[in-house]
């Protein structure tokens, strides 16, 4: 049987009875913990702000992508803009439905990962843990470069260290989600709001106006409309649509950090799922309304959406707002990934196809090794990029559509092993957003296959590897290790405890009475040099002298070494010992090295040790079988 999480730290479930022998002060005790601990969870608006960064600040560019692509036909092409987002949004739509119900199949999270172990098989499940990971990762990447990108373009003498803006700002995230989800979403609230009601400011307003207020932002700025272009094909809205797709990134976010979320963490998933779905396709449909009502064309240098907020609120203090909000939630967008990602780790920690440390949990209750994971390799592609955004974005959107996908199919497969009521409904609602999702998933594959695209192709199947080969060692590990079987009899087995020594101390003090409390023998081991050093022989005969004033009952052994070594000859002694005869025939069945050490009350204090006790451990666990144990004792 494999090994699982459970076996280094298991948390026994609370079920609200009150033990026997617990006092009435103790369960209140416990009651006001569990109030402590459920208030580092998210609430349903919290959830709205932490999770849905990523999926809200795609407005800023999901239908500018619409735009670019139909621009290619001219002005006759930017007509179909609003068909295209109107088809977006009801597969905007069939997701939220869809990733509602992941939620409340799957209340501990994971989302498509989960759906597809359930009902697809592990090679699957792997496979849309493998987009997953691709797509936190990118969202960060993407989130931090766009939002410096546009405070670079308001701010050009900023240009030249957009690389260090792009680490300052994933710093600024990650320390934040350090401190838990639940703090962050209180920090990110009040942008969320600003954004949100600013884009709902430019579309009602904008609704309200026969012209544009303001086109100062456009002006003296080249359009890239092409000329002469009368008509559409299918290829090319079908382009449009893909590019269109990345408006869409973020929706799966809340159904994989489902555990983040208070009791009942269900309800609150699906509210805020449903209230993610539907803020966000009133803006992509308003401003596509927008953008067809004032005749809006790109220009070089201008975004959609600032021509746009030009257009409905003029440009004054409401066009900078929205400006401002735009870049402070691009920036903040990554804090979707650093919700959803360690969830998706410790998940995957946890069926053994991810080392188990990302499954540990620090204090207000974070993944830290997956918080932490997510920051350096996201460092590591900021840097890689050199702060372009637009060497990230091409591989944006292709790791989510595969998980899209995938789970769409694997809900397909649930509703019609489930046959509840309306099933048929249900898979086939699931069944049309797995097509939607799969084509796509090929199209932006395929139009953007040499812009970077096949980097995503080749790192899904070395991930999936990856996950095999981690999970391939747990399982030799808990083979060895005879997990799930019932152990044998115990047999009592004699054991030797070596304390290395260096000097008489209260420290070896210590050492020896503890090894004389672990071992049926001791003995105490110091190394001499063979050197004809003065020194060093008034050193190791006092130390002779003084241990047999002492007479502690335990046996000093001097081991000679001609080189002034510590660990290789303390090596060679315990292999020697490790070759004597077995207990039954007088020797030992297992040979302890017991190292003391001072634990210094100030971190800074440790730069004082002489680090004997690292080296000789190192030492042995690379050239001995011999346990070895560290014995601290602090001062």
């Known amino acids: 049987m494999p090994i699982t999480p459970d076996a280094v730290q298991a948390e026994p479930p609370h079920t609200g009875a009150v033990e026997p022998g617990i006092s009435g002060s103790g369960a209140s005790a416990t009651a006001a913990a569990d109030r402590a601990h459920d208030r580092d969870k998210l609430t349903a608006l919290g959830g709205l702000a932490a999770l849905s960064l990523d999926a809200m600040a795609s407005v800023a560019y999901g239908p500018e992508s619409i735009v670019l692509v139909l621009a290619a036909a001219g002005s006759y092409g930017l007509g179909f803009t609003l068909p295209v987002t109107a088809a977006i949004a009801l597969l905007l739509a069939v997701l939220t439905a869809s990733y509602r119900q992941v939620i409340a199949a799957f209340p501990d999270g994971g989302g498509s990962y989960a759906v597809a172990k359930t009902h697809l098989g592990r090679r699957t499940a792997l496979t849309a843990a493998a987009s997953l990971v691709v797509d936190y990762i990118l969202n960060v990447a993407v989130s931090v470069t766009a939002g410096v990108a546009a405070l670079t ?10 690389v260090w803006l792009c680490l300052g700002v994933l710093v600024l995230v990650t320390g934040v989600n350090l401190r838990g989800i639940a703090e962050s979403a209180r920090w990110f609230m009040l942008p969320t709001a600003v954004f949100v009601l600013s884009i709902m400011a430019i579309i009602v307003i904008g609704l309200f106006r026969s012209a544009p ?89 201008v975004t959609v959406l600032a021509q746009l907020a030009d257009a409905s609120l003029g440009h004054g203090f409401g066009f900078y707002l929205v400006q401002f909000a735009t870049v402070i939630l691009l920036a903040l967008a990554a804090n979707t990934s650093f919700g959803g990602l360690p969830v998706l780790m410790r998940l995957l920690a946890r ?90 998933t090929l199209v932006v ?12 192709v080749v790192a899904l199947p070395l991930m999936v590897l990856l996950f095999e080969l981690v999970h391939r060692a747990y399982g030799r590990i808990g083979e060895r290790l005879e997990l799930g079987r019932i152990p044998g009899p115990l047999t009592p087995q004699r054991s030797l405890v070596v304390v290395p020594v260096h000097s008489l101390t209260r420290m070896t003090r210590e050492a020896l009475s503890a090894a004389l409390s672990l071992g049926d023998e001791v003995l105490a081991v110091t190394v001499v040099p063979t050197e004809p050093d003065v020194e060093d022989q008034q050193t190791a005969e006092a130390l002779r002298r003084d241990w047999e004033l002492w007479q502690p009952g335990v046996p000093l ?17 315990v292999n020697g010992l490790a070759q004597q005869p077995r207990a039954e025939d007088g020797g030992f069945d297992r040979i302890t090295v017991l190292i003391a050490e001072v634990e210094p009350v100030h971190f800074w204090q440790r730069a004082l040790q002489n680090q004997r006790g690292v080296l000789i451990d190192r030492a042995l666990r690379r050239g001995t079988d011999a346990v070895v144990c560290r014995l601290r004792l602090r001062m």
């Open 153 to 162: 373009s308001a701010f050009p003498s900023l240009y030249p260290d957009r």
């Open 445 to 456: 594959t395929g139009t953007k296959f040499t812009e970077g695209a096949w980097g995503i």
């Open 557 to 573: 052994v001097q081991v000679k070494d001609a080189h002034r070594r510590l660990g290789r000859p303390l090596v060679g002694f």
């Open 213 to 301: 207020a303001s086109t100062a932002a456009a002006a003296g700025h080249a359009s890239t409309l092409a000329a002469n272009a009368t008509s559409v094909g299918a290829l090319l809205l079908l382009k449009a649509f893909a590019s269109g797709c990345s408006a869409l990134t973020g929706v799966e976010a809340v159904a994989n950090a489902v555990p983040s979320f208070r009791a009942p963490r269900v309800k609150r998933a699906q509210h805020t799922e449903v209230a993610l779905g539907g803020v966000l396709g009133v803006m992509l449909i308003g401003l596509a309304v927008l953008i067809g009502r004032f005749h809006l064309q790109p220009v070089e240098g």
């Open 351 to 440: 069926d053994n196809h991810l080392p188990h440390v990302f499954a540990l949990r620090a204090d207000h209750q974070v993944h830290r090794h997956g918080v932490l994971f997510l920051a350096v390799v996201s460092a590591g592609l900021l840097v890689a990029s050199g702060g372009d955004v637009n060497s990230l974005v091409p591989l944006f959107s292709i790791g989510v559509f595969v998980g899209f996908t995938i789970c769409q199919i694997g809900m397909v497969k649930h509703w019609w092993l489930s046959r509840c009521a309306g099933w048929r409904g249900k898979a086939a609602l699931n069944g049309f957003g797995a097509l939607l999702t799969g084509v796509a």
